[in-house]
């Protein structure tokens, strides 16, 4: 069994891990720390909560302590980049703990926070700087603090980083950063066209996996409940609450809106939650992540904002009321559980709507989850075998029988035709022409939506309208059915 003694770290740095009672080291610490250390760029992938901040923070500390530097002021010697603050801060609580018998200087730097509290803080120099891209370009434009002198540059959740949202950021920050560096990117996932965009940053870089991209933890049980709508997995939710009084749950949802209704929900019929997301201040959501890890708040409900890096051995349960539209941020999700060794348990509540949601799920970590209850729609099973309704009927003629109408330049112009003949019908109201054009869109299969053939005419191709203008001169004459 390999030791953290046969992966070339200092003795200073042995003795801490003993310290810490970390005795064995994780896959993607034995693979990552000896390659990091040889100064290579590395792609890292394992499952979340398998120690990724110790494979890439151990070895650069080590780096920092044999250069003996000391950092220019507002300089930056090593910088660490992450997509939200609660990771920003827990990849900073655990180098932190790292670095305690060493004289290096540690600082993180987050949206949310006093930017003048962290530009003194940066003004002396900085060792180690662990940061969201947004609050540090903002300090960058104050010029607050000087990234020419760093020289490791670490996207943690690197599939994330590199997604659409903060490419932009990264691009610029790394012009300001020098090209003579070593990059590392760590991650739970890693999709083939994010890779693409990691090449960018990296040199020659080595691919690490500790598992295969996408993996769940081995040690956490997952099971789906097919529901009918939210009613039923409120109600499902708070049934497996009062079932585990001793456990401690993260829900996830997709809204802020919906996250912070939930938690007042919960907190209104007796269970100790508390909520996290984009709304909530910075010191709002450390106070309930506080809360939540001391016990005292027994169910924490979020968006994924939480979803990746928050470190809380204790979490049994993690519920996904709402499956996530990315099926990696599921991986993230459940990841909060079984952490450390332990076991856990994760259970995802399925709408009619979220099948698809589901089965990205179970395509990507190539299991299938475990059904507790319900059953998923008739029409999702098999349905890749199944045809399309309506398929194989001829198509039936726009116009009305006995009417022998030749066709005038395609499908469009017979629609038009035959709704001229028509008397003109009262504008439709607003939820009347929206539910009706919804259906029509959704079931493009030849047949008549209330009398109308699918696929109704464009809004501006109205009979009986003169081109320059609406029918009498009015210009509110249909609005009504336009906006439905």
């Known amino acids: ?245 001793d456990g401690r749950a993260m829900v996830f949802l997709k809204t802020k809106h919906s996250a912070e209704k939930l938690s007042k929900h919960l907190e209104n019929i007796g269970f100790a939650a508390a909520s996290i997301h984009g709304n909530k201040s910075q010191s709002q959501r450390e106070r309930a992540l506080k809360a939540f890890r001391d016990g005292e708040m027994r169910v924490l409900v979020a968006t994924d904002v939480a979803a990746r890096g928050i470190d809380i051995p204790g979490v049994t349960h ?39 949601m589901l089965r990205d799920i179970e395509k990507l970590t190539k299991m299938p989850l475990t059904v507790a209850s319900g059953e998923p729609p008739a029409d999702t099973r098999g349905a890749g075998n199944q045809p399309s309704r309506g398929a194989g009927r001829p198509a039936r003629k726009p116009h009305r029988k006995g009417q022998n109408r030749p066709q005038q330049g395609g499908e469009g112009a017979e629609a038009r035709g035959e709704q001229q003949a028509r008397p003109a019908r009262r504008p439709q109201t607003e939820a009347a022409g929206g539910a009706e054009r919804k259906h029509g869109n959704a079931n493009n299969n030849g047949h008549h939506q209330a009398g109308r053939p699918n696929g109704d005419r464009k809004r501006n191709d109205r009979p009986g309208q003169k081109r320059g203008g609406p029918r009498g001169g009015k210009p509110g004459g249909y609005t009504r059915a336009a906006q439905g």
Not at 20 to 43: C, G, N
Not at 339 to 352: L, V
């Open 1 to 245: 069994m390999t030791k953290f003694s046969d992966l070339g770290l200092s003795a200073g740095t042995l003795r801490t891990l003993e310290g810490m009672e970390f005795t064995t080291p994780t896959p993607i610490q034995v693979k990552a720390i000896p390659l990091v250390l040889e100064r290579r760029d590395i792609i890292g992938l394992a499952q979340t909560g398998t120690g990724k901040t110790a494979a890439f923070g151990l070895p650069i500390i080590e780096h920092l302590l044999n250069d003996n530097q000391r950092p220019e002021p507002k300089a930056v010697r090593t910088l660490i980049l992450a997509p939200t603050r609660e990771l920003v801060n827990q990849i900073t609580g655990n180098l932190r703990a790292f670095l305690k018998d060493t004289k290096l200087r540690i600082a993180l730097v987050v949206g949310g926070a006093s930017i003048h509290k962290q530009a003194q803080l940066l003004a002396r120099g900085t060792d180690i700087l662990v940061a969201t891209p947004g609050r540090l370009l903002d300090l960058c434009k104050r010029n607050d603090v000087n990234l020419t002198a760093v020289r490791y540059l670490v996207l943690d959740e690197a599939d994330q980083m590199l997604d659409l949202g903060f490419i932009h950021d990264l691009r610029r920050i790394s012009k300001m950063v020098p090209k003579r560096r070593q990059t590392l990117l760590f991650s739970a996932t890693m999709p083939k066209q994010i890779e693409e965009l990691a090449q960018e940053y990296l040199t020659d870089p080595i691919r690490v996996e500790a598992a295969a991209p996408g993996k769940t933890a081995d040690k956490i049980e997952q099971f789906v409940h097919h529901v009918t709508g939210k009613d039923q997995k409120t109600q499902l939710l708070r049934q497996s609450l009062t079932d585990n009084p």
């Open 318 to 356: 993690v519920y996904n009321y709402d499956l996530p539209t990315v099926a990696e941020s599921y991986v993230h999700r459940i990841g909060r559980t079984a952490r450390a060794g332990k076991d856990g348990i994760a259970i995802a509540f399925c709408a009619p709507d979220e099948i698809k």
